[in-house]
């Protein structure tokens, strides 16, 4: 089939490498000419497991190629999809303005019947202001093709989102035209193996799910950070209760994990567009209100835990292990080292951090922050730092040489925003260390 991906961020660049593997041909347009200069020669900006291989090989292949020119690329497709990003507004609302952008894009420049998939992350009521731009754009030219807007939103994970998008928990079609929905069904047929994953609904539906799921996730999550603290206070051990909860079938295990607080380009994000439109429709969403509160709480425990040991911290070195918002990627949006920095650099503290991945993405974004160092080795920021905080989860951190932990850090304390280790056995090492929601 033949596919035009429009936006080739996160959500566009794997929905049009992923597609292009199933042998369709894929054209992908997006605005930013040093992107996709870049995507032309076969590197892919952003650091995500196995995409960069698989858009070299369908670009060479001949089923993928990425343009500026929107002529060249909304005459392409069959199916469009619209993969671009839509930012949080100054009242938290998703900024729409790139994906009506794209809808008159598509109308400017649209040579046939189209079905127009909505991929991004969208408020409800998306899909209708997108058809009516479409239809508008099509009257200034005086031509009527028929054109039908799917709602698909993406469930992709950063750092898994190829492995995601080809083996999805469930496709999720938003639309009431059955021939728009029959042509979806055969691009999805490949990833709908062995059992049925093709979820349809109207498109309001399909988009309030997209938003529902990752705000239930988020609330997971501030539950369980909220439940790490009284556990702290009880003298409880939040992984045993977790694993205990967990086994409930009807809790799960998954995203049951305590920590340094919930980041990302998603969940924040999300989080405040579904208040946003709660509250436009003279709804206050209370439980959400309460997950985003404890979150903002959350991201300082780590700096209060330090406070807590070392006493005030201005003059102090704090070591850093982890700045991505989760491990596997170079993300930093809105991730909980920065607030954990912000803080320490507020108190007058100095900051010594490391990151396997993002310390570029880091040394760029922090740059003209007096007292904070990115050190490309782990046990280099350790040199006579006053503690060590872990903030993400990287592989590399779960077996480090404890031994040069204690001989290098001025004072052997690990805090610890992840529970990567156990306490009885950090004290065997001689290293005081402090998890979250676990006795230490
Ligand atoms: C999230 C969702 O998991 C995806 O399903 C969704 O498609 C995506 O947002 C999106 O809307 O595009 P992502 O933001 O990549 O994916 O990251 P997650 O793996 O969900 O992690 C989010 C944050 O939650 C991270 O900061 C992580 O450290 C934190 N987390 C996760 C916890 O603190 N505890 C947990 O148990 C799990």
């Given at each position: 089939m033949k596919v035009t991906v429009i936006g080739s961020g996160y959500v566009g660049l794997v929905t049009g490498a992923c597609l292009a593997q199933t042998g369709n041909h894929v054209v992908c347009l997006d605005v930013d000419a040093a992107k996709v200069a870049?995507?032309?020669?076969?590197?892919?900006?952003?650091?995500?497991?196995?995409?960069?291989?698989?858009?070299?090989?369908?670009?060479?292949?001949?089923?993928?190629?990425?343009?500026?020119?929107?002529?060249?690329?909304?005459?392409?497709?069959?199916?469009?999809?619209?993969?671009?990003?839509?930012?949080?507004?100054?009242?938290?609302?998703?900024?729409?303005?790139?994906?009506?952008?794209?809808?008159?894009?598509?109308?400017?420049?649209?040579?046939?019947?189209?079905?127009?998939?909505n991929k991004s992350t969208v408020p409800v009521g998306t899909a209708d202001r997108v058809k009516a731009?479409?239809?508008?754009?099509?009257?200034?030219?005086?031509?009527?093709?028929?054109?039908?807007?799917?709602s698909n939103p993406e469930f992709l994970k950063e750092g898994a989102a190829v492995d995601?998008?080809?083996?999805?928990?469930?496709?999720?079609?938003?639309?009431?035209?059955?021939?728009?929905?029959?042509l979806m069904r055969t691009l999805y047929a490949p990833f709908n193996r062995n059992r049925e994953r093709i979820q349809v609904m109207d498109a309001r539906s399909a988009e309030l799910t997209k938003y529902a799921a990752n705000a239930?996730?988020?609330?997971?999550?501030?539950?369980?950070?909220?439940?790490?603290?009284l556990a702290e206070q009880v003298g409880a051990d939040i992984e045993q209760v977790r694993r205990g909860m967990g086994s409930d079938e009807r809790i799960g295990t998954h995203f049951l994990y305590a920590g340094a607080g919930y980041g990302g380009s998603c969940f924040p994000k999300d989080v405040r567009a579904l208040l946003h439109t709660g509250r436009e429709h003279g709804?206050?969403?209370?439980?959400?209100?309460?997950v985003q509160a404890a979150n903002a709480r959350q991201k300082r425990v780590l700096v209060q835990k330090l406070e807590r040991?070392?006493?005030?911290?201005?003059?102090?070195?704090?070591?850093?292990?982890?700045?991505?918002?989760?491990?596997?990627t170079d993300d930093l949006r809105e991730a909980p080292s920065l607030v954990v920095i912000e803080e320490l650099l507020e108190r007058g503290a100095s900051v010594v951090a490391y990151d396997p991945v993002a310390a570029t993405a880091a040394r760029a974004q922090l740059h003209d922050k007096a007292g904070i160092t990115i050190v490309d080795d782990a046990y280099a920021a350790l040199d006579g730092a006053d503690a060590l905080v872990i903030i993400t989860e990287w592989r590399e951190f779960r077996t480090p040489d404890f031994e040069q932990i204690r001989s290098r850090l001025r004072q052997p304390l690990i805090i610890d925003g992840r529970n990567l280790y156990e306490a009885d056995e950090m004290a065997a090492q001689g290293l005081v260390y402090e998890g979250v929601g676990r006795p230490s």
């Open positions: 870049q995507l032309q020669a076969g590197h892919v900006p952003i650091h995500e497991p196995g995409l960069e291989a698989m858009v070299r090989a369908n670009a060479a292949a001949g089923r993928l190629r990425f343009t500026l020119d929107a002529a060249d690329a909304i005459g392409h497709g069959r199916i469009l999809f619209i993969g671009v990003g839509t930012p949080p507004g100054e009242d938290g609302s998703a900024d729409l303005q790139h994906v009506l952008a794209a809808a008159r894009t598509i109308a400017q420049y649209l040579i046939g019947p189209a079905v127009v998939v731009v479409i239809e508008a754009g099509l009257a200034e030219r005086q031509i009527d093709y028929p054109v039908a807007v799917v995601d998008f080809l083996r999805p928990d469930r496709i999720v079609l938003g639309s009431e035209d059955e021939s728009a929905l029959q239930m996730l988020a609330t997971r999550i501030s539950f369980m950070n909220e439940l790490a603290a709804l206050q969403l209370g439980v959400l209100e309460a040991r070392l006493g005030p911290l201005a003059g102090r070195t704090i070591a850093l292990w982890g700045l991505a918002f989760k491990p596997n």
